[in-house]
């Protein structure tokens, strides 16, 4: 499938194809929830581009601070994660902390 251009020319995804990664991903005030949380782990762990994620104010809990840890532990590229304003509590915040010895 193609899309037009602005100067009507077809793209290919000629761009993607050679090797042009998403380094960056905002999912700020989402609430998203644990569930996202999980879905966002999943995408970590075969992720191999993203450096930052801002995702702050998702009601994430302790439950989607495990499910993060989980991921951590996997990925070695995310240099950046913000989970301001979300609620993993102390038992979470330990278990992202525990994620990221080394």
């Given at each position: 499938m193609s899309a037009q251009t602005h100067s009507n020319n077809k793209?290919?995804?000629?761009?993607?194809q050679r090797g042009a990664r998403i380094n960056l991903c905002r999912i700020q005030h989402n609430f998203l929830g644990d569930?996202?949380?999980s879905?966002?782990?999943?995408?970590l762990k075969v992720n191999t581009g993203l450096t930052k994620i801002d995702a702050f104010d998702?009601?994430?809990t302790?439950?989607?601070?495990?499910?993060?840890?989980e991921a951590l532990r996997i990925n070695?590229?995310?240099l950046y994660l913000n989970l301001q304003d979300?609620?993993?509590g102390t038992a979470g915040t330990?278990?992202?902390?525990?994620?990221?010895?080394?």
């Open positions: 793209h290919t995804g000629t761009d993607t569930d996202g949380a879905l966002l782990a999943d995408m998702n009601e994430f302790e439950r989607g601070a495990v499910a993060l840890a070695n590229t995310l979300n609620h993993v330990a278990v992202l902390a525990d994620a990221l010895k080394v």
